[in-house]
């Protein structure tokens, strides 16, 4: 029994020791770990800054030693703008006490029992410029966190925007519910994981013009994002952000709810071509209580030349810089665009040649409208080429830029129908049978002026048209033709189409003034 009470107490001073031996270690190579991560974030900053207008440093204020613990203070210095506006300069501090490792003490009370070489604990210090911010945050910083080096130089840790409550001028208020993020990081930040959640956000403010109130609020903030540094120094990966709903609230209207938004990116790269995928989601619009629909769509790039992308880049930096967003130059006084020097226009040539030379692709992939009865989308793709010359005349030019272009257009007749019911319904008819016979007129004089000038066919309940472009061939809805004869039919169906549009209203009045509803006498065709 002594000798297991003697082992367990030879245990305990010998963690003791290594805990002692660990904190002196990170003491003593503090200084040379926070050097190196300054020039280091200061060197990715400067990389990536500048093109969103901004310039950005860190410098260490200070630094004060103990045995089991710092404390720093760092600066952060911004130049710039990131709206346009004159560029100026502002400054944060931040509050840094640093546990030493390989056990920090709020690492043990929350059960993290791996050995780390120190722990941050940092927050935003007060300034008279944040007064305001600070005192919407109940007197406590907003921004605070904490991370934790490992002894591989990854980074582990979470960021905090602490709820708010404020008003931002006589008639607007701010309630936030506040913003975590937990991150993960690899050494040197080659990979990056975060997942982020919000509870709600809500602005009451009035609107310019007739002072009605309006309220917006969102709800349900949700992010993951999962992304490593590529071969050509991108970062790619998959970046997802969710909102459960937003409620809009004008004056004594009724709310306009959107449910279930989400934007999902994805980029990667194989053979030093860059390809990217975004989609967008819209669950479900409401108002008044009725469901009108929802929206998908998803746009994609392929085939991006890496190198030639850097380039141009890099190149767009040193025009921001030049122009005045840094440093307050002059813009073009015809296109209010920076002017280019004749070096960084041959730059940006080279660039774009060789960016075309790739034969990058450009597609909205789908952009669909969803009601309870049917979908209507829309899809167009256009491959690129490198021209011969860039001084070809633009006919020529076109047909060597456009390898190939591809486009649909389908449209539901069910869905028309329900958007004619949903606006009659709105309008406060309540004759069901009288608005179902207005949807379905409305429906089959859209799909007739369609079908009629032949710019598009019936496949089922949907009214649809393609189009396929390649080797100066045009395939219009199944029928071959030359560019020329497509763009004298697509001409001459359009002035038929405006014709009888003409015709066809005028023909219809006295039918749809015949038709009134049991409640008001209105008539289905105001």
């Known amino acids: 029994m002594k000798k297991s009470a003697g082992i367990a107490v030879g245990a305990l001073v010998a963690v003791a020791a290594i805990g002692a031996g660990g904190a002196w270690y990170t003491g003593n190579q503090l200084p040379k770990v926070l050097d190196e991560s300054i020039k280091q974030a200061n060197a990715d900053m400067a990389k990536t800054l500048p093109a969103l207008g901004l310039d950005a440093s860190i410098e260490l204020l200070s630094l004060e030693r103990q045995f089991l613990s710092s404390n ?3 600066r952060i210095t911004f130049n710039g703008s990131l709206d346009g506006d004159e560029p100026r300069q502002f400054e944060l501090v931040i509050n840094d006490r640093i546990e030493h490792g390989p056990f920090p003490l709020s690492r043990l009370k929350a059960f993290k029992l791996m050995p780390v070489m120190a722990t941050s604990n940092y927050a935003l210090e007060s300034n008279p410029a944040l007064e305001k911010w600070f005192a919407a945050a109940n007197g406590q910083s907003p921004v605070e966190g904490q991370a934790s080096l490992g002894y591989d130089r990854s980074v582990q840790g979470t960021v905090r925007l602490n709820p708010v409550q404020a ?5 607007s208020n701010l309630q936030f519910s506040g913003l975590t993020v937990d991150f993960d990081s690899t050494a040197q930040a080659k990979e990056i994981d975060a997942e982020g959640l919000m509870g709600s956000l809500k602005l009451t403010t009035r609107l310019p013009e007739g002072g009605e109130p309006m309220t917006l609020e969102l709800k349900g903030l949700t992010l993951d994002s999962q ?10 990966g998959r970046n997802e952000v969710k909102l459960q709903t937003v409620e809009i609230l004008v004056g004594d209207n009724a709310p306009i709810l959107v449910k279930d938004l989400s934007q999902l990116d994805e980029t990667s790269e194989a053979d030093s071509k860059l390809a990217g995928r975004s989609t967008y989601k819209i669950g479900m619009v409401s108002y008044q209580g009725h469901d009108i629909g929802g929206l998908e769509m998803i746009s994609s790039v392929k085939n991006l030349d890496a190198g030639a992308l850097q380039s141009m880049l890099a190149l767009y930096s040193d025009i921001i810089k030049s122009t005045g967003q840094l440093q307050q130059a002059s813009l073009d006084a015809e296109s209010g665009l920076p002017e280019l020097s004749e070096a960084q226009k041959a730059q940006l040539m080279v660039d774009v040649e060789k960016l075309l030379a790739g034969k990058p692709g450009v597609a909205l992939e789908r952009l669909a409208f969803k009601t309870a009865s049917g979908e209507s989308s829309l899809s167009l793709s256009v491959d690129l080429n490198k021209p011969e010359s860039f001084e070809l005349p633009a006919p020529e030019l076109a047909k060597q830029l456009v390898g190939q272009l591809d486009a649909k257009v389908s449209v539901s007749k069910a869905m028309i129908g ?10 406060g ?3 069901k049978e009288a608005v179902a016979q207005q949807a379905s007129m409305m429906t089959e004089m859209a799909s007739g002026m369609a079908l009629s000038t032949e710019l598009a066919r019936l496949e089922g309940d949907a009214i649809v048209s393609t189009l396929h472009y390649a080797d100066d061939k045009v395939d219009f809805n199944g029928k071959q033709m030359t560019v020329e004869e497509f763009v004298a039919m697509a001409f001459a169906s359009g002035a038929g189409l405006g014709g009888m549009g003409g015709g066809a209203m005028a023909d219809e009045e ?3 003034e015949g038709l009134e509803l049991e409640e008001g006498g209105e008539e289905l065709a105001e």
């Open 72 to 74: 720093a203070r760092y």
């Open 167 to 171: 008003a931002l001028d006589a008639d």
């Open 227 to 236: 992304t490593a540094k590529s071969a050509s120094d991108f970062y790619l």
């Open 418 to 427: 329900d958007l004619v019911g949903l606006q009659a319904t709105l309008g």
């Open 429 to 431: 008819q309540t004759d």
């Open 510 to 512: 006295p039918a749809l």
